[in-house]
């Protein structure tokens, strides 16, 4: 019996995955070449600057190619970016079919692959599985629809909803297979953020500490997000570990709160410093910052913060993913709520809706989309 187009277009979503911690500000791309029911090659994009997965499964074949089918997680590229366009090696190597899961929503493709496809005679199918396609690679895809990135708050509370003593002490709710789960995210992210009063509380270093098979590895052997401070007066101390290396440290502030010298010495250490108009409150403009992150290429990033700043990244509308463990502890009726949001009535609560539930190690690891209206 034949296999179908899902069949192949599951292969193709599996070797694209092997890109997910690498391919930024690339997206994660998967392809296979299909002759007569049979493999004849496979490849993914692993880097940008490198090749795309056509390339490396046209690369990969062993046998000659033409008449084949091309299996592609996205739509193959028409323009000349670091690499040459992917539709026309697909033509000169002769395929007779092109399979794919999702029209590319970079507006230098968005179409103008399959359109060139087809003009040279191939047959083109799709989109085969568009919604797996789609959520491979949520920050590239909102990153080109909005203009913004992908936010995933990551939270850790109690049973009774809370995320730090009245204090502010929160080290730690969750036990160590939670926060090793959370290396994971960060690990696909292409910048963390967090708030300025959680660098001053708790001077974290942010880092990504596993490599691609979840090993823990040394930091400095593998790919670091940029990490991301907001930091209105721009309080960050010099030494702040987060800053460090600072080739890959950015903070945002509103210019008229930064005291110069501060900002010299930041910037002598090669800290990039961003500026941001006030928002309405007077405070930094999160949306502005988020929109300047992703002029940077910045596809999906990781929130690691406090109740204040996740409750306005909340009320910004910016937040499309939060991940919460949930640890088997009581903190009191003293200790903070995980989001600061002054709400009064019921009318005013944000809806959020589950999309899984997993058990790591004692806790519990919940994921929610809001349903903004
Ligand atoms: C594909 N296959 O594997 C990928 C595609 O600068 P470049 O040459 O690397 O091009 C990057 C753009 O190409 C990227 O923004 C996206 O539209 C597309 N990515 N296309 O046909 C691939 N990674
Ligand atoms: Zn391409």
């Known amino acids: ?14 070797l694209a995955q092997k890109g997910l911690f690498t391919t930024h500000p690339n997206p994660r791309v998967g392809c296979v070449l299909v002759k007569q029911d049979e493999l004849i090659g496979q490849g993914y994009h692993e880097k940008a600057g490198e090749g795309h997965a056509e390339v490396n499964a046209l690369a990969d ?17 028409s323009h000349q970016g670091k690499t040459p366009p992917c539709a026309d090696a697909l033509i000169k190597a002769g395929v007779a079919c092109v399979v794919y899961g999702l029209q590319d929503p970079n507006p230098e493709v968005a179409g103008n692959g399959l ?33 913004l990135p992908f936010v995933r708050v990551k939270l850790a509370m109690s049973l009774d909803g809370r995320t730090a003593m009245e204090s502010g002490e929160s080290q730690w ?11 994971k995210w960060r690990a696909q992210s292409d910048a963390i953020v967090t708030g300025i009063g ?16 979840g090993q823990e590895v040394d930091a400095k052997t593998v790919r670091q997000p940029l990490r991301v401070i907001m930091d209105t007066a721009l309080s960050v101390l010099p030494e702040a570990k987060i800053l460090y290396p600072s080739s890959q440290a950015c903070v945002f502030a509103i210019e008229e709160e930064v005291e110069a010298e501060h900002l010299e010495t930041l910037q002598q250490k090669g800290v990039q410093v961003k500026f941001s108009s006030p928002g ?4 930094l403009d999160l949306v502005d910052a988020m929109e300047q992150l992703a002029d940077m290429g910045i596809n999906e990033v990781l929130l690691e913060t406090g109740a204040e700043l996740a409750g306005g990244f909340l009320q910004a509308g910016l937040i499309d993913e939060i991940i919460v463990y949930m640890a088997p502890k009581l903190l009191g009726s003293n200790a903070r709520a995980l989001f600061q949001l002054p709400l009064e009535v019921m ?21 929610y989309q809001p349903v903004y209206l």
């Open 1 to 14: 019996m034949m296999h179908n187009h899902e069949y192949w277009m599951a292969k193709a979503l599996q």
């Open 61 to 77: 074949a062993k046998q000659d190619v033409s008449g084949a089918t091309a299996y592609v997680t996205l739509e193959p590229c």
């Open 115 to 147: 359109a060139k496809l087809k003009a040279a005679g191939i047959e083109v199918i799709g989109p085969i599985l568009e919604a797996e396609c789609n959520a491979l690679n949520p920050g590239f895809n909102k990153r080109m629809r909005e203009g």
């Open 173 to 183: 709710i969750t036990g160590g297979d939670a926060r090793l789960d959370v290396q």
């Open 198 to 213: 959680s660098v001053l509380a708790d001077n974290p270093s942010m880092t990504v500490r596993i490599d691609e098979q």
């Open 280 to 283: 309405d409150d007077g405070r």
């Open 347 to 367: 009318a005013d609560a944000v809806d959020l809706q589950l999309k899984s539930v997993r058990q790591v190690g004692q806790d519990l690891r919940l994921v």
